[in-house]
Structure formats: C-alpha cells, structure tokens
C-alpha cells in the first residue's frame, strides 16, 4: 500500500510543479504608463474694471488714487519634471500716463482647489515688460469662478509729478489700458 501511495504522491507533485511552472512561463509583466502632457489653462473674472478716477463736482473736481479689488485670476496646471509655471502680468501699450501707475498686488490662493498653488509675488508696478505675479505652480486647479484662485488688487496711483495742467480730465477720460496676463510654463 505505501509502494502505490508514492507513485500517486509523485504524479500530483509533478503535474502540480509542471502546471505552476506553465503559468509563470506563460505570464508577462507590462508595466502600463501613463502620461499627461504639460498643460496650463488660466481665466480671470471680475464683476468690474473701470477706476473711478476722479473725486467731486464741477469746478473742485480732481484727479485721486482708486482701487479696483473685485478681479479674480484662476487657472489649472499640469507640470513636467517638477518643472513649476508661473504667470506674469505688463501692460499691452505705452497708454498710461507717465504721472500714474497702476500697482497690483497678488493675494495668496483662498484653498478652494487642489493641489500646489502658485505663491503670489510681492507688489509690482505694472509696465511694458513682464513681469512675475504667480510662481512655483505645480500641478493643480483653483477652481473656476469669482472667490476661487487668487484676488488681484489693482491700485490707480498719482506720481509725485502729477500735474493737472500737463494731463487734462479729458485725455484721462478715454485712456483704456490693458494687462496682458502670460502663462510661463516650466520656469
């Protein structure tokens, strides 16, 4: 009885072996990757964007410093080799006066996205060149709409140089000047 039980023993142990051995000879391993290319989208949202320039009436109206603190920037980003974006901000044309500049100031992302926000830079005076309002964006959203991503305060400001007689009410009524907002990807 011992003699048959050993034969058996040995045919299970070798058609076990053998099925083990066709399983592992018949399995690949193909790691999947995915890739998501580098992207950056970015919108900006504001409820109004006309300085009140001008403060009184009639003969004892002048020229004042405004702030317009309703424009909202968002944006999504997706990065490539820790590669962060940023986003930069300069004016369109050499409209705005000599006697006055605009100042934007950057808040910090109010956190209602995921992922690495960008860090808002200190104050600039915004010029013909571009210049950093937003670095190191890694790859995440803001989410979209007005209280999401970062508040942008734009303040109207008179140089000391202001002279009412040399920069009319009038050339100031029509002046439109634009910012140009630039997505920089991979600094």
Known sequence: M????IPIFLLFLFLTTTIFAQNKENAANMPIQ???PPSAKLSMLSSDLRFSIFEGEGNKRKLASSV?????INYSSIIENNNPNSICASLSSEDLPAEIAIKLTVKPDVGAG???MGIPSEPIYLSMFPQPIIT???????????????LLIFNWVLKSNYDPEILPEEQLSNLHIKVVYTFITGE
Do not use: E, L, P
Not at 2 to 5: A, E, V
Not at 68 to 72: A, K
Not at 136 to 150: A, D, E, L, V
């Open 68 to 72: 317009i603190d309703s424009v909202w």
């Open 136 to 150: 190191n964006i890694g790859s995440c959203y803001t989410g979209q709409g007005n209280n999401m991503g970062h």
């Open 2 to 5: 011992k003699i048959r039980n």
């Open 114 to 116: 995921n992922g690495q």
């Open 34 to 36: 995915m890739a998501i």
